[in-house]
């Protein structure tokens, strides 16, 4: 076959044209420090990146969560503890007024309504613009009472849920029901102490405080079993915390191992294709003149 010069010169192009795109495909890896910049540099890598960087992004998410969980149910517990401690205070003194001396009701009185209406503040606690107790209505405030001490429960049932793995949800409320009226109505047993102490009939009225010791005893329980279960939940979000943060090294180092450049493997290829492009460069330009001078001669 004759070579003719259109055929060196395209030939001389097309090499040309290889060593510049294998040097700028060096170029791109030691500035990006990235071995795979795009599908065409390594299919089945770059299907792998994205799946990692899919888990990665939903792993944070799901820390994202836990720590909106864990939030959620210290204050819970900061709030549990406090009407606990109160409820404490309210079981000692039924405890004292129920033999203790007549002239200290009036007083006793006006202290167990205080506790009421700072126990009805806490279960009205909001984190953010969110009702706690709420249930799911946690855009309403879930207790209020009347002039005689009766509340009422504005929320419901509810329970608030967190995803915290692929197909894996952790409840992170108490509502109202659960806290304050399961077992006993912790707002009736509080009324039902008012009016003892308040009985103008100390007698009768000293039977309805004593009758409030057992239920205050049970309201203390009641809180006491929401906060343990609340203390569960924290203890399975910590460890699901930290098994997540244990697996998104794993995953991170993986996505590394695929992505990532050895620099320093780079920077010697990136030197190999700038000498070889050089070299080509200066190879076609003699060929080129030379086959000039030849025609013109």
Not at 159 to 170: A, H, L, N, S
Not at 177 to 190: G, H, I, M, T
């Amino acid at each position: 076959m004759r070579v003719t010069n259109k055929l060196t010169v395209d030939s001389i192009i097309s090499n040309l044209l290889r060593n510049k795109e294998r040097l700028h495909s060096a170029q791109n890896i030691v500035a990006s420090q990235k071995k795979v910049n795009k599908p065409s540099d390594d299919p089945v890598g770059m299907a792998n990146i994205l799946g990692y960087r899919k888990t990665l992004s939903a792993s944070d998410q799901y820390g994202k969560n836990i720590t909106r969980g864990k939030t959620h149910i210290e204050l819970t517990e900061s709030t549990l503890s406090t009407i606990h401690e109160l409820l404490r205070e309210v079981r000692r003194l039924a405890v004292d007024q129920a033999t203790g001396n007549l002239d200290d009701r009036p007083t006793i009185a006006a202290e167990v309504k205080t506790i009421y209406d700072q126990i009805l503040q806490l279960a009205n606690t909001k984190l953010g613009n969110s009702y706690m107790f709420s249930g799911h209505r946690t855009d309403m405030a879930p207790f209020s009472r009347d002039a005689g001490y009766n509340a009422t429960y504005h929320g419901d049932d509810g329970d608030i849920r967190i995803i915290v793995g692929e197909k894996v949800d952790v409840k992170i409320n108490v509502n109202g029901e659960e806290a304050f009226r399961s077992v006993v109505n912790v707002f009736d047993v509080l009324r039902d102490l008012i009016n003892g102490l308040e009985n103008p009939d100390t007698t009768t009225g000293t039977t309805q405080i004593a009758a409030q010791i057992s239920p205050l005893t049970d309201s203390l329980n009641q809180i006491q079993s929401v906060r343990a279960m609340s203390a569960s939940t924290f203890t399975r979000l910590e460890s699901t915390e930290n098994q997540l943060a244990d697996f998104k090294l794993k995953v991170e180092q993986l996505l590394s191992d695929t992505e990532d450049a050895d620099i320093a493997s780079a920077i010697v290829e990136l030197q190999t294709q700038e000498t070889a492009y050089q070299t080509s460069l200066a190879t076609a330009a003699r060929i080129i003149q030379s086959s000039l001078l030849d025609f013109l001669r």
